[in-house]
């Protein structure tokens, strides 16, 4: 099953036609109430992503399903420059993003940066511990970087393997991880990836349902 897809900006438009077709693809799936509600909740925090990045973004949303299994697309497209996101960036007192705070916040920000195909050095630490890269290749070298940015891809379950693994010598590991075992989101998906595929960014979002 394949839902309608519905085109959403972070100006909110659309946001309710995705919601409804994450709605209704629960209902044709014969999702129980506590699952539906699950899902609901999975696509809300989705789009609450979008809604939350500063400039003119749209994406593609939709849901696909298969006996049990499924997947929250948002497929979108670069809308601004580095050089634009450097200007963003120095408008804040710390030179920084101050709104990537939280699990979500995190998932926002690498989205936004994936979006504008961020420098290799403008990168924070979550950004590149969820990162798996092609055999041979390292996310430390700019030509490298260059090379595989269409083949990108970020993971959550590895983001959260690298964190676990850090957290009991690393004082910032340690609090991402408590963010981790925070975040509802963290603690639904089943797995959230984000994909930088040529000029589009794809995040899915992954669940299954024991029926």
């Not at 077709?21 to 992503?49: D, F, H, N, P, T």
């Amino acid at each position: 099953m394949k839902s309608d897809i519905v085109r959403v900006k972070n100006s909110g438009e659309g946001m309710q036609a995705a919601l409804h077709a994450a709605s209704a693809s629960a209902v044709y799936c014969g999702l129980e109430k506590k699952a539906a509600i699950r899902l609901q909740l999975l696509a809300e925090e989705m789009l609450g992503m979008i809604r939350q990045i500063t400039h003119e973004t749209q994406a593609d949303f939709w849901v696909e399903a298969e006996n049990g299994c499924f997947e929250l697309h948002l497929i979108a497209h670069p809308t601004i420059t580095g050089k634009m996101r450097r200007e963003l960036l120095d408008a804040s007192t710390s030179g920084k993003n101050e709104a990537a705070k939280g699990f979500m916040g995190k998932i926002r920000d690498i989205f936004d940066r994936a979006l504008i195909m961020a420098d290799p050095d403008d990168v924070a630490g979550y950004y590149t511990q969820g990162f798996i890269m092609p055999a041979g290749m390292f996310i430390g070298d700019p030509m490298t970087y260059e090379a595989s940015a269409g083949l990108l891809t970020w993971s959550m379950k590895h983001y959260k393997s690298t964190i676990e693994g850090e957290s009991e010598q690393n004082a910032d590991a340690k609090e991402e991880w408590d963010e981790l075992e925070k975040s509802i989101v963290a603690n639904l998906a089943d797995e959230i990836k984000i994909a930088i595929a040529g000029d589009k960014v794809e995040m899915i979002v992954y669940k299954t349902f024991d029926k």
